[in-house]
């Protein structure tokens, strides 16, 4: 019997990503965000998670992919970090997924820029690729210019 990794998946423009699902707090609809001045690109700002103030941050922005189309809202997956929680905008939530560990493949040596240093592999999955992030990396505020 073969080992499974658990994931909570999500879509960024057609691509089909997913967290540990130990490091995911919950997935939330969309939220409001308070805008943070000089804040880097990639910070979308600040939102309410009732009471708690949690940083937003856009996965989009964060992997050089283009904005999001306006009439589109994000939906929030909440992970946990050192420093607290931090919202991950996506634009679309999966399933959880249930992944074996024998079709994880490590990224390429030959893939270059943000991808390489934010995306830790990939499980072949019967019609699509999951592409697996390390969400250490993407909170690190080098990550977040």
Same mark, same amino acid.
């Given at each position: 019997?073969?080992?499974?990794?658990? *994931?909570?998946? *999500?879509?960024?423009?057609?691509? *089909?990503?997913?967290?540990?699902?130990?490091?995911?707090?919950? %997935?939330?609809?969309?939220?409001?965000?308070?805008? @943070?001045?000089? /804040?880097? /690109?990639?910070?979308?700002?600040?939102? $309410? &998670?009732?009471?708690?103030? %949690?940083? +937003? @941050?856009?996965?989009?922005?964060?992997?050089?992919?283009? !904005?999001?189309?306006?009439?589109?809202?994000?939906? $929030?997956?909440?992970?946990?970090?050192?420093?607290?929680?931090?919202?991950? &905008? %996506?634009?679309?939530?999966?399933? %959880?997924?249930?992944?074996?560990?024998?079709? *994880?493949?490590? @990224?390429? !040596?030959?893939?270059?820029?943000? +991808?390489?240093? &934010?995306?830790?592999? +990939?499980?072949?999955?019967?019609?699509? &690729?999951?592409?697996?992030? !390390?969400?250490?990396?993407?909170?690190?505020?080098?990550?977040?210019?």
């Amino acid at each position: 019997m073969s080992e499974e990794s658990q *994931f909570c998946t *999500f879509y960024l423009a057609g691509l *089909f990503f997913g967290v540990q699902v130990t490091k995911v707090q919950e %997935v939330i609809r969309y939220q409001e965000t308070t805008p @943070i001045p000089l /804040a880097p /690109a990639t910070v979308s700002g600040l939102i $309410n &998670l009732r009471g708690q103030i %949690v940083t +937003a @941050i856009d996965l989009r922005r964060v992997l050089g992919l283009e !904005d999001r189309p306006g009439d589109m809202r994000p939906m $929030n997956v909440v992970i946990h970090t050192d420093e607290g929680a931090v919202s991950l &905008l %996506v634009d679309k939530i999966g399933d %959880v997924l249930h992944a074996d560990v024998d079709s *994880f493949e490590r @990224i390429p !040596d030959t893939v270059r820029g943000v +991808a390489r240093d &934010l995306i830790l592999g +990939a499980y072949k999955l019967t019609d699509k &690729l999951l592409l697996v992030l !390390d969400t250490d990396r993407i909170v690190e505020p080098e990550s977040a210019m």
